[in-house]
């Protein structure tokens, strides 16, 4: 069993669609985050949630909603994305919110047509 | 503002020869930490190593090994004899002591290793 587990692997949604990202960490960590990786730009932090609580929202429209219910599970909700939302989205966790080294999970492939 | 650059999109070799990845980094931060995660195909993230910013010394693990320097600003990782299954993205990236653990990413270095 994988530390980080993320759901679905790959997701293709229209551009009116709304969906969930579901991550799932196995760790016992206290922080969890979500990074969006597109083909074009380096891997770009979008949220931090410490303790259930969101320490950081990195400028990231409100297309894009968080939610942390408990400390082991985090989403990400879409709704009326855009073809350049398409990317690789990353959860990663780590044991406190404090510059520990954050396991990753495989990530969701997300196509917006 | 903290930056992170990779220089190398991508390097070429042939299994058991020698891989050094450049990184160098920006920061305003006396405090701060390094890292190197590999992205083999498979997509996730793979942590090897992480460095805070008062401890200089070189690092080896097994054929990895890692060069602080930081009178230049730079991170670099050497692969010593590679081997096929080393394919994959490296990434170098930074924290900052105040800013918490949030890491700021290299583009990434894709190596390919030829049998």
């Known amino acids: 069993e994988t530390g980080v587990t993320q759901t679905p692997r790959h997701l293709v949604m229209g551009m009116t669609n709304k969906k969930s990202l579901k991550c799932e960490q196995h760790l016992g960590h206290n922080a969890m985050y979500w990074y969006k990786q597109s083909a074009k730009k380096p891997l770009e932090l979008m949220f931090v949630?410490?303790?259930?609580?969101?320490?950081e929202n990195n400028s990231v429209p409100s297309r894009f909603s968080p939610e942390c219910p408990n400390s082991s599970h985090l989403f990400l909700h879409l709704h009326t994305l855009q073809p350049e939302d398409s990317a690789l989205y990353l959860c990663a966790s780590s044991q406190d919110s404090g510059n520990t080294e954050a396991f990753f999970g495989q990530g969701t492939r997300l196509t917006v047509v | 503002a903290q930056k992170v650059t990779q220089a190398q999109t991508e390097i070429s070799v042939v299994e058991k020869e020698d891989v050094t990845l450049d990184c160098v980094y920006e920061t305003r931060d006396t405090t701060y930490y390094l890292f190197w995660y590999k992205q083999p195909p498979s997509g996730e993230l793979v942590f090897l190593i992480r460095?805070?910013?008062?401890?200089?010394q070189n690092e080896i693990s097994g054929r990895y090994s890692w060069n602080f320097q930081k009178s230049t600003s730079s991170f670099n990782f050497t692969i010593t004899a590679s081997q096929v299954v080393d394919s994959a993205v490296y990434f170098c990236a930074l924290s900052e002591q105040a800013a918490g653990n949030k890491l700021t990413f290299g583009g990434g270095t894709r190596v390919l290793v030829k049998p």
């Open positions: 949630y410490s303790l259930e609580e969101r320490v």
């Open positions: 460095r805070n910013s008062f401890d200089e």
